[in-house]
């Protein structure tokens, strides 16, 4: 079907929001997107972008922007944490050229598909707080906090966590507490930073960390298992004693980082399940955290929703109708992204490994590592080599 004139509103301006944006522009649709801050801004901190999200950066035009936005990354280490010896490396240099493996700072990203999506004609609304989501009639309508009411052919639910969309088309969720909370904060970075990304693990807890910016800056994020609650928000703040407490066991280069932090941010981790329902025939669909909120063990989040983002797209400009794309949209989702999130928790499980199923565990590492490095990488395979845009 043509998506020419077709009207589109998407709540969210975070990664996948915006990407779907532009995606859907520049087929023709006149988009909207709704965010509900005075501005769109993301609070400090790195991610990563695999191959297969870089694959769909790279369709929408924008690799040249990624590669000015991003550093390359190397390999993936493996450290044991509280002695700081290695244990074994993922070496990204294996993948094809063409299939970078990214380091960058959210707020460049945002920054970056913003500027794309205004440059296809998106239109962007701020202070646009979705209160709830009317399917009733024959298009959907989204209300906002201040009473207008917005129809629109096409509603593209980016609203993260609690989505407002998500709730509309599932009914109400209870998330599980993992027991695990991370902080994360961006520091200067030492210089000649390598483009590594070092995973730290130790009993009931890790930290992950690599550089950004060119090598200036050098991100940090730390989890540990512990009964106390913490809530499920990206803006909260914590005091950086409790930070460099819980990982004073671990080696002299990670607590000579977390003496650099000076104000993290804590958010406790929950685990949701994927979303049964990802579409609605009259004209809606959910992307992202918003679909498939996932723990941050396997740096998916934002590939996850760039390669939701160019999925819907494809879809609806391939069928004859709205209400087929969407279903084939969540037909080719769904079970990749519940894949993912399988994933991850098991590398939260992975990493906080202690006792005897450690020491067997990180031996196992070490060998393979040595004897077969290519198996290490291979590995993921289908995570990495998987470009949706072909």
Avoid at 72 to 93: F, H, K, Y
Avoid at 115 to 140: E, F, I, M, Y
Wanted: proline share 6%; aromatic share 6%.
């Amino acid at each position: 079907m043509s998506l020419i004139g077709q009207t589109v509103i998407v709540a969210g301006a975070g990664i996948a929001g915006l990407a779907a944006a532009r995606a859907l522009a520049l087929r023709g649709a006149h988009v909207t997107v709704l965010e509900q801050a005075d501005a769109v801004r993301e609070v400090g901190a790195g991610l990563q972008v695999s191959p297969n999200g870089a694959a769909v950066l790279r369709a929408l035009d924008l690799q040249a922007g990624l590669d000015a936005a991003s550093m390359r990354a190397e390999a993936v280490q493996l450290v044991d944490g509280p002695t700081g010896e290695p244990v074994a490396r993922l070496d990204l240099g294996r993948l094809r050229p063409d299939q970078g493996y990214h380091f960058l700072h959210r707020a460049d990203l945002i920054d970056l598909l913003l500027k794309a999506a205004t440059a296809a004609g998106v239109k962007l609304r701020l202070l646009a707080r979705v209160a709830s989501v009317d399917l009733s009639g024959p298009r959907p309508a989204v209300l906002l906090d201040s009473g207008e009411r917005l129809d629109c052919g096409l509603l593209v639910g980016a609203d993260g966590l609690h989505s407002r969309v998500r709730l509309a088309l599932n009914g109400p969720e209870e998330p599980f507490f993992t027991r695990q909370v991370a902080w994360r904060a961006v520091i200067p970075a030492e210089a000649g930073a390598a483009p590594v990304a070092e995973v730290h693990m130790g009993p009931g807890r890790h930290l992950v960390s690599y550089p950004l910016r060119g090598g200036t800056l050098r991100n940090l994020v730390a989890v540990e298992e512990r009964d106390r609650w913490a809530e499920e928000s990206w803006t909260l703040r914590d005091d950086p004693i409790d930070l460099r407490l819980a990982f004073q066991g671990f080696s002299p280069r990670v607590r000579g980082w977390l003496d650099r932090v000076e104000d993290p941010w804590l958010w406790g981790l929950f685990r949701h399940e994927v979303a049964g329902t990802w579409v609605s025939p009259a004209g809606v669909a959910i992307l992202g955290d918003a679909a498939h909120p996932t723990l941050p063990f396997l740096a998916q989040g934002a590939s996850m929703g760039l390669e939701d983002a160019w999925v819907l797209a494809d879809c609806l400009g391939r069928a004859a109708a709205i209400p087929s794309g969407l279903a084939a949209y969540q037909a080719r989702r769904k079970p990749r992204a519940t894949r993912i999130v399988a994933a991850a928790n098991a590398n939260a499980r992975a990493y906080h490994l202690a006792g005897l199923p450690r020491l067997i565990g990180h031996a196992g590492l070490r060998l393979l590592s040595r004897l077969s490095p290519g198996t290490m990488i291979s590995r993921f395979d289908w995570l990495y080599g998987h470009d949706v845009t072909r």
